[in-house]
C-alpha cells in the first residue's frame, strides 16, 4: 500500500470513530434534553390553559 | 442475499414505532413558533442528533458511495472540507448566531428585516425552487438502494416508497417541528447503529490491502490525489469549501436548527459538535463504495455498487437493521426538509404576496397543504428526471441556486453597512444564473459556442455562482447608495 492511502485510511479511521462517538454521547443525553423539551413545553401548555381557564372565570 | 421474515419484522416494528411517536408529538405544538422552531428550546445533544440525522439520509449515502466507487479516496477531501466548513461556521457563530439572535424562523425573513419584503419575496422563490429541486431527486436514489439491498423488483419499491413518504408527511404535518425532532433523535440512534452494521459487515469481508491495491490499480495517482483527478482539483476544492460554508450557515433545513436552538450560544455549539460528525458521514459511505469495487469489480453501476455489496455480505437480522437505519435516515431528512421548504413556500412567498399578514392558524394550515404538494412532487419528478454526472455534483449546483446569493445578501446584510437593496436583488439573480444556465444547457451543450463550453462544466458554474452573487452585492450596492440608502438594524435580540 502506498503512503498516499495509508494516510487516507488513517484519516478514514479518526473520522468514523468520531462519528460513532458523537453518536452514542448524543444518544445518551439526547434523550435528557428530550424529556427536559418535552416537560417544558408540556408544563407551558397547562400553564396557559389554567390562565385562559382563570381568564375565563373573572 | 434478500429479505426474511426477522427483517420484515425489524423494520414494521421501527415503522410502526416512528409513525407512533411522530403522531403523538403532535400534541406537544402549541402556536406557531412550536410548529416551526420547537418553541426555540432545543438544547444542545438533542440539537446535534437532530441536525446530524437531517444531513445524513439514503441519498446522502449513496452519492458519498458513488463517488467512492468512481474516484477512490480522492474524494475523500470533500469530508475533511464538510468538517473545516462547518467548524468555521461553529466556532464563530458566522450567520448563524446574529440570525438566532434576530429571532428569525426562515432565512429570507432576515431579508425584509434588513432589505424589503420584495426582495423577501425574490429570496423565499429561488430558495423554494432550489431547494424543491434540490430534493427532487431523494425518491429515486432511495429506490435504487433498497432495490439492491432488500431484492425487490420496481413495482414493490414504489410501494414501499409511496408508504415511507405517506408516513413523513404525516407526521410532518400534524406535528411540525415537534414530531420532526422527536423522530429525528431516534432516528438517529437507528441510523448510526444501521451505519455501523454496514461498516462491520464491509471490514469483515473486504480486506484492506485489497482496497488500497484496487484503488491504485484502478485510478492510480487520481484515485489518492484530489488535485490531480479530473472530477476535482482546485476549482472543485474551492467551490465546495465556499459552498459548505453557505449551507451550513443558510440552508433552510440545517439552519432551523440553529434557529430553533434554546440561545445563539447553544446554536453555535450544535453546528460545532455536528462539524465533527462530518468527516465520517462522507468517509464511511465512500469507504464503503471503493469496498464495493473491490468485491464487485468496475463493472457495476456506480450508484447501485455500494447497496448491492451490503445486500450480499450483511446477515439476516443485521439486514433488517441496517434498511431500518437506512429508512430512519431517509425518513428523518424528508421531514427536516418538508417542513422547511413548505414553511419558505407559505411565509416568504404566498405571505408576501398578500396585503395582510396571515393568522398563525392559516400560516400553520397552508404549511401543511405545501408540505403535502411538495411530497406528491417527490414521486413525479423522481421517476422522470434524468440526473446530470454524479448525484453529488446535482445537488450541490440546485443549492448553488439559492446559497449562493443567499450568502452574498446575509453575509453583506449583517457585516457590510453599505448593502443595500439593489444589491441583494443583484445578489440573488446573479448567484441563480451560473447553476441555472449550467442545468438548462447542460442538456444542449453542442448549442454553445467552443468560449462559453464552459458554463457546462459543472465545477465551474458552482464556483462562478459564487463569484457573481459577490460581485453583484457589491457592484449593486456600491454605485446605487444614494438611489437606494441601506437600511440598518441592530443585532441585540432576546436570545440568550
New interface residues.
Partial sequence: MNWGITIWLIIFAIGATVFFAIAAVVAVKGFWDLMDLLTLTGTKERESESKSKSNDDD | MTFNSLDWIILLAYLTATVIIGLWAKK?V?DLS?YMV??R?????????TF?ATEIGIITFMYFSELGYVSG?SC?VI??LG?LAYMFVGSTGFIIEPLRRLEVMTIPEFYEIRYSRRVRLIGGIILFLGGVLNMGIFLKFDGIFLSEVMGFGESALMIIMIIMLVVVVLYTILGGM?SV??TD?MQ??VL?AG??VA?IAVLLNVD??SI??T??RQYGEAG??PVVNSRFGWTFIIWILISNVAAGALWQPGASKALASESPTVAKRVFF?TS??F??????PM?IGIAALTYLGPNESPSAAAPKLLGMITPHGFLGLLVAGMLAASMSTYSAYLLAWSSVATRDVVACLRPNNLSEKDTIRLTRIFAAAIGIFLLFFGLLYKIPDTAFQYLFITGAMYTAGALGCVTAGLYWPKANNVGAYTSLIMGALAPAIFLILGKFPEVLPDGLKFLVDVNIAGLLSFGLAAVGMIAGSYFTQKLSPPKQIAIGGTGE
Fill in positions: 406537544y402549541e412550536g420547537a418553541g428550546r432545543i438544547k444542545v445533544s438533542l440539537g446535534v442528533a446530524a479516496f475523500f469530508g475533511i468538517l415537534f425532532v422527536v433523535y438517529f440512534t448510526a451505519i455501523l461498516l484492506l490491502s488500497g491495491e484503488v491504485v489518492v490525489n459538535f465533527l460528525t468527516a465520517g458521514r462522507a468517509m464511511i469507504f
